[in-house]
């Protein structure tokens, strides 16, 4: 069977939909004031909507098991990228404006810091957000992928790590990289330092990749892989929903640093989720808005760095968290347009730059 074949468009969508969902939620919650995140009608959906991250990170797992690279090498090579790419990014966002002076000073200011901030360069640097948790998660999932042939042994090491998540939280030792890497497996400072540490987060990518190989045993059968997430994720949600709801101090320790109940509540509804996604792309014609979804998702990881630094510089020119609902809708738009922009750009200097390639070869 062809490798096309093994592409599940409604995946596709899913993640060319969070492209365009993380632009949305990045842009308010850098220049929304609290009154349009909290007490706003198009404020709180758009923070629920930023719940959504478990969504990206099961469908991450599965196009992991369906991949083309399906070496331990290729996975640890592409975290080894996806780290590098996140210390690039955060240089960009922070520290290139506080070098060109357009930082503004109440964002500054949140940290307890006053200018000059040389000192903070690092910490800056070391910033954990989705690239790290994927980079630090490929260096573990690709053993996975290699030694753990049973799809219900996947299932269990994803379990697992949800469930020791809240035992292991906040593990440190005074040594400085081992202490980054320790935080990046196991931060839970509030505000967060990390905000997606591998532990809990890890395990969506791992119940992922259960369906993943799930979807190779069923000989790429997609709407027998949908009905089996259904058939999971209501007694994931089912199962998790009291734990969240009733025992939430040791399960939902904040949506950043949640714990096994949390993790199968989230995923539970995610399964759900998706389910209902693929029975209405099932229906749907190709478009254009369905083209641009599947440009967003060939070009997530890009146009995640590029979106993140736009919002980060117009910082210095919107000021931080300090707009009405009204001229953040328009940011989200001005927004949108810039990074399909620059990811345009990009791509025709690479098909420039690779043209050029081929012509030397020639020559």
Known sequence: MEQQSKRIPALDLIKGMSVIGMIIIHTLLTFADVKSQSESAIGLFIVFLGR????????MGITFMTSRHQSLKSSITRGG??????????????????????????????YGWHAPIEQQYLYLMLLGDILQ?????LLFVGFIRKYVTNKYGILAIGLLVALVSREVSG?????????????????????AYVYFPVFPWMSFIIIGMFFGKWYQELN????????????????????????????????????????????????????????????????IK???????????????????????ILIS?????????????????????????????????LDLLRKKSQKSKAVEVLN
């Open 81 to 110: 990228m996806l780290l590098g790419a996140a210390l690039f990014m955060n240089f960009l966002k922070f520290i290139f404006p506080v070098i060109f002076g357009f930082a503004p000073h109440n964002f500054i200011q949140r």
């Open 313 to 345: 510089w117009g910082k210095g020119i919107f000021g931080f968290r300090e707009n009405g609902i009204t001229t953040v809708l328009a940011l989200i738009g001005m927004y949108i347009i810039l990074t399909f922009s620059v990811q345009i750009l």
């Open 286 to 308: 190709e478009n254009k808005f369905m083209k641009l979804l599947k440009y967003c998702s060939k070009n997530l990881t890009s146009m995640y760095m590029t979106q993140w």
């Open 220 to 283: 790429y059968n997609r709407p027998q892989l949908f009905k089996n997430m259904l058939y999971i994720g209501i007694p994931f949600a089912a199962i998790g929903a009291p734990l969240v709801f009733i025992y939430g101090d040791y399960n939902y320790n904040g949506f950043y640093h949640m714990g096994p109940g949390g993790v199968l509540y989230f995923a539970g509804w995610t399964l759900i989720f998706l389910w209902v996604i693929f029975k209405i792309s099932v229906n």
């Open 52 to 59: 959504g991250t478990s969504i990206f990170l099961i469908c």
């Open 171 to 191: 593990i440190n030792i005074d040594i400085p990289v081992v202490n980054y890497v320790f935080d990046l497996l196991f931060n839970n400072d509030f505000p």
């Open 133 to 137: 948790l994927a980079g630090m998660s």
